[in-house]
């Protein structure tokens, strides 16, 4: 049922390598990746991981290759450090290096995802004890603040707790997680996109925004890295609570899918007919519910709500948002949303939406669920 969508994915893939050459690509613009970078962006690791993904559908040798050498590039970023100093390590060096290891058991690849999860140890804050999310230490307006986005960061963590046997990395992710459990999540199961902690005593400040329509509402990507990010956090940790909070997150999401299933940017920016999708946030959601499905009891009733909400979203996403394959359109998926607030990519093609679209495919059509754990 899902083959024809991830055959178009695979072929737009092979064409975008031409386009790409080298660079990696980031947000689009009338259809087109623009200001490509040459592995200096948050975002390069969707790229890697596409290509791992179209590899393991395909076995040829155009997408291996091409894998293989943004690893390399991945494995010289380690050395040259260009935009190295925040959380999405965890982003690049899963999709990349990590998957590397996963696909081909590739010693280099090993090494370097193990050297890439030490530097996002770096970000590992012994004060408030938290893993900061952007900015400097001490930085007076990011020194003590996470953001929910870093759970999916958490997962090269895990692998390197499993890998080296170090507890140091689980520590840090498991303490980690449940502040973003006790703090970002909230009563009613919606969710903070960031908080702010008294850097030096870790004291809780406040909830905020960054990218949603105002401090506390809920920014749908936010509660999608939510969902997924805590099942892994199950998965990993063996904590029911980080389960139960996925659950939750979940239900929440489902509960409130639009007429096409495919959400807004913010649960709560008012719905007028311009009104930004964020198509990003589906499908992330969706493949982090594929992986919450597998850990759910079978009589459990939030199974057949999930289910239909993912056949239901990736239904949509294949039929009414996939380009025309004639036309020189260069993503997956449409109407992605980077930051509505600012205006940066607000309805167009974004390289995580669109890896997040291939994975859920991947799940859905093979069973192959990405690169963020050992299989
Ligand atoms: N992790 C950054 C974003 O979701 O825009």
């Given at each position: 049922?899902?083959?024809?969508?991830?055959?178009?994915?695979v072929?737009?893939?092979?064409?975008?390598?031409?386009?790409?050459?080298?660079?990696?690509?980031?947000?689009?613009?009338?259809?087109?990746?623009?200001?490509?970078?040459?592995?200096?962006d948050?975002?390069?690791?969707?790229?890697?991981?596409?290509?791992?993904?179209?590899?393991?559908?395909?076995?040829?040798?155009?997408?291996?290759?091409?894998?293989?050498?943004?690893?390399?590039?991945?494995?010289?970023?380690?050395q040259?450090k260009p935009s190295?100093?925040?959380?999405?390590i965890?982003?690049?060096?899963?999709?990349?290096?990590?998957?590397?290891?996963i696909?081909?058991?590739?010693e280099?690849a090993?090494?370097t995802?193990?050297?890439?999860?030490?530097?996002?140890?770096?970000r590992w804050?012994?004060?408030?004890q938290?893993?900061q999310?952007?900015?400097?230490?001490?930085?007076?307006?990011?020194?003590?603040?996470?953001?929910?986005d870093?759970?999916m960061?958490?997962?090269?963590?895990?692998?390197?707790?499993?890998?080296?046997?170090?507890?140091?990395?689980?520590?840090?992710?498991?303490?980690?997680a449940?502040?973003?459990?006790r703090?970002l999540?909230?009563?009613?199961?919606?969710s903070?996109?960031?908080?702010y902690?008294?850097?030096?005593?870790?004291?809780?400040?406040?909830?905020?925004?960054?990218?949603?329509?105002?401090?506390?509402?809920?920014?749908?990507r936010?509660?999608?890295?939510?969902?997924?990010?805590?099942?892994?956090?199950?998965?990993?940790?063996?904590?029911?609570?980080?389960?139960?909070?996925?659950?939750?997150?979940?239900?929440?999401?489902?509960?409130?899918?639009?007429?096409?299933?495919?959400v807004?940017?913010?649960?709560d920016?008012?719905?007028?007919?311009?009104t930004?999708?964020?198509?990003?946030?589906?499908a992330?959601?969706?493949?982090?519910?594929l992986?919450?499905?597998?850990?759910?009891?079978?009589?459990d009733?939030?199974?057949?709500?999930?289910?239909?909400?993912?056949v239901?979203?990736m239904?949509?996403?294949?039929?009414?948002?996939?380009?025309d394959?004639?036309?020189?359109?260069?993503g997956?998926?449409?109407?992605?949303s980077?930051?509505?607030?600012?205006?940066?990519?607000?309805?167009?093609?974004?390289?995580?939406?669109?890896?997040?679209?291939?994975?859920?495919?991947?799940?859905?059509?093979?069973?192959?669920?990405?690169?963020w754990?050992?299989?």
């Amino acid at each position: 049922m899902w083959a024809k969508a991830i055959e178009q994915a695979v072929e737009q893939t092979r064409r975008n390598i031409g386009r790409f050459g080298e660079q990696f690509p980031h947000v689009s613009k009338n259809g087109r990746y623009y200001e490509l970078n040459s592995n200096s962006d948050w975002t390069d690791g969707f790229w890697s991981g596409i290509l791992w993904l179209c590899y393991e559908y395909t076995g040829e040798d155009v997408f291996q290759d091409t894998a293989i050498r943004t690893v390399e590039s991945f494995r010289q970023r380690l050395q040259d450090k260009p935009s190295l100093d925040h959380h999405d390590i965890g982003f690049l060096y899963s999709l990349s290096a990590k998957a590397g290891w996963i696909v081909e058991q590739n010693e280099e690849a090993r090494h370097t995802a193990l050297e890439s999860a030490d530097i996002l140890m770096n970000r590992w804050r012994e004060g408030p004890q938290l893993i900061q999310a952007w900015g400097r230490e001490n930085d007076p307006e990011n020194g003590g603040r996470i953001i929910i986005d870093c759970l999916m960061n958490l997962p090269l963590l895990y692998w390197a707790y499993e890998q080296t046997g170090e507890v140091k990395y689980a520590e840090a992710a498991r303490i980690h997680a449940e502040k973003s459990r006790r703090f970002l999540v909230r009563g009613d199961d919606s969710s903070y996109h960031t908080f702010y902690f008294d850097p030096v005593t870790g004291d809780a400040v406040r909830g905020g925004t960054h990218q949603g329509y105002r401090d506390g509402s809920t920014w749908t990507r936010g509660q999608a890295w939510g969902i997924y990010g805590f099942v892994l956090a199950y998965r990993a940790l063996k904590n029911s609570e980080f389960l139960e909070t996925s659950k939750r997150m979940a239900k929440y999401f489902a509960d409130r899918l639009p007429a096409d299933y495919v959400v807004y940017w913010d649960f709560d920016a008012p719905q007028i007919p311009e009104t930004k999708r964020d198509s990003s946030a589906s499908a992330i959601a969706s493949a982090g519910m594929l992986e919450l499905m597998q850990h759910l009891e079978p009589h459990d009733p939030l199974k057949k709500q999930l289910s239909d909400a993912v056949v239901n979203t990736m239904t949509s996403l294949s039929q009414n948002y996939t380009p025309d394959p004639a036309s020189d359109e260069q993503g997956f998926i449409r109407r992605g949303s980077y930051s509505v607030r600012s205006g940066a990519s607000p309805d167009d093609y974004t390289i995580w939406g669109d890896y997040y679209y291939l994975e859920s495919l991947m799940r859905l059509e093979k069973g192959i669920p990405g690169y963020w754990y050992s299989r």
